[in-house]
């Protein structure tokens, strides 16, 4: 019986792909990709010739259906993003649920994800921890940043270089300059870096070097 596959891609190294999900990559009969062109140098890396469909957070509303459709049919599809582990703050919870909710087998592959080496390099508690990915970038921005003033557990956040300063910023104003933090950027590129400290403190790096790269924040719980 056909199935999808939500298949982790590398968060920057080629090298990361693991051997089962280059296997199910070339195995499969098409590949959605949410930019053809980015996984294009991935799957040339591996030799992959699989079809490739677009599928994006500006499509997937109204092709969720067609691709569940195409698998009940009895072909095999992998969904892939840019980077990461889809549905974690990209494309592929609406095609998941509309497997699920068509009892479409779903068989999801462990993979590179972001936030976790970022988590366990930040030297903050990991035990317990909740995943906020983008915060909103206008409506209900202030009424979230209101109600994880007084989270207790580890908080991690995505952020572009373009909004770094202002969110850092805004946590202080919210939760208080000498809450702890950690800031991972170019997770397992060549330039990987992190740089840990108060807010105060890393609001003060990044204001006087430029933010370059994706940004993952990892902040303290309230004490």
């Not at 590398?10 to 693991?18: C, F, K, V």
């Not at 699989?50 to 698998?71: L, Q, Y």
């Not at 202002?166 to 946590?171: A, D, E, I």
């Amino acid at each position: 019986m056909a199935k999808l596959f939500i298949v982790p891609t590398p968060i920057g190294n080629l090298e990361d792909l693991t051997h089962r999900a280059a296997r199910v990559l070339e195995e499969v009969d098409i590949i959605l990709a949410e930019d053809t062109r980015t996984s294009a140098r991935l799957l040339a890396h591996y030799s992959i010739t699989t079809p490739m469909r677009s599928h994006h957070m500006h499509n997937e509303h109204k092709t969720v259906k067609k691709w569940a459709d195409e698998i009940s049919s009895g072909k095999n599809i992998a969904l892939i993003t840019d980077a990461g582990t889809p549905a974690i703050s990209d494309p592929g919870f609406l095609l998941v649920r509309e497997c699920v909710e068509n009892q479409i087998e779903v068989d999801c592959l462990p993979g590179a994800t972001a936030f976790v080496p970022a988590l366990v390099n930040s030297g903050l508690p990991c035990d317990r921890f909740t995943f906020e990915g983008f915060l909103p970038q206008k409506k209900g921005r202030q009424t979230r940043l209101k109600a994880l003033a007084t989270e207790s557990k580890t908080m991690i956040f995505y952020e572009s270089p373009y909004r770094i300063v202002k969110s850092l910023q805004q946590f202080g104003e919210y939760m208080g300059l000498d809450r702890r933090v950690s800031v991972s950027r170019e997770i397992s590129k060549k330039f990987e870096e992190t740089i840990r400290g108060t807010l105060a403190e890393v609001i003060a790096h990044f204001t006087e070097k430029e933010p370059k790269g994706e940004f993952v924040i990892v902040l303290e719980g309230h004490r």
